[in-house]
T-cell receptor, first 116, second 111 residues
Framework: KAGVTQTPRYLIKTRGQQVTLSCSPI?????VSWYQQTPGQGLQFLFE???????NKGNFPGRFSGRQFSNSRSEMNVSTLELGDSALYLC???????????????FGPGTRLTVL | KQEVTQIPAALSVPEGENLVLNCSFT??????LQWFRQDPGKGLTSLLL?????REQTSGRLNASLDKSSGRSTLYIAASQPGDSATYLC??????????FGKGITLSVRP
């Protein structure tokens, strides 16, 4: 069974630009969640989607948004990029039908975003 | 606000040693606790998931325990190998359904 895939793997942008990251979950998984990982803050939860609906979100500004398509693929968008947005962005998928994070999370390799 | 602490931040042991990695959390109202492994520049691999009603889970050389009342979990690695070198993170799912991660413990197993 193919794992979680994320594209692109690496991205370089400049301040003020916007970026869209993509995540394809494991086949059959309907929950996709996104995380930001930085050396200073560690791993922080951004948001989770289930069946095209945002089910939960973390404490990030509105510049961070996401969506999920009918095939469970998800995209994350960051507008008006800031230097502090440089990070590894990870997505994870799971069955989690009964509730948020009740099942094992399977992570993708991440997208490394550098903002200059 | 849930806080997850993993101390020490780094650990170096000789091959073959049995070791324990600790994780503590401030709010005992959790749904579950997960241990993950992260290799440099890569995503996370789930190692063990312990539901709040469980006390421990085992997978191969790994054993994780959970003591909700004291806000602690331990990951026991038996007969460590150089291939176990990685960063180990624990994460708890709180009553607000949010997932909170510790900063991780970077383990180095010397041949």
């Amino acid at each position: 069974k193919a794992g979680v895939t994320q594209t692109p793997r690496y991205l370089i942008k400049t301040r003020g630009q916007q970026v869209t990251l993509s995540c394809s979950p494991i086949s059959g998984h309907r929950s996709v969640s996104w995380y930001q990982q930085t050396p200073g803050q560690g791993l922080q939860f951004l948001f989770e989607y289930f069946s095209e609906t945002q089910r939960n979100k973390g404490n990030f500004p509105g510049r961070f948004s996401g969506r999920q398509f009918s095939n469970s693929r998800s995209e994350m968008n960051v507008s008006t990029l800031e230097l502090g947005d440089s990070a590894l962005y990870l997505c994870a998928s799971s069955f989690s039908i009964s509730g948020f994070f009740t099942d094992t999370q399977y992570f993708g390799p991440g997208t490394r975003l550098t903002v200059l | 606000k849930q806080e997850v602490t993993q101390i020490p931040a780094a650990l170096s042991v000789p091959e073959g040693e049995n070791l324990v990695l600790n994780c503590s959390f401030t709010d005992s109202a959790i749904y579950n606790l997960q241990w993950f492994r992260q290799d440099p520049g890569k995503g996370l691999t789930s190692l063990l998931l312990i539901q709040s009603s469980q006390r421990e889970q085992t997978s191969g050389r790994l054993n994780a325990s959970l003591d909700k009342s004291s806000g602690r979990s331990t990951l026991y690695i038996a007969a460590s190998q150089p291939g176990d070198s990685a960063t180990y993170l624990c994460a708890v799912t709180g009553a607000n359904s949010k997932l909170t991660f510790g900063k991780g413990i970077t383990l180095s197993v010397r041949p």
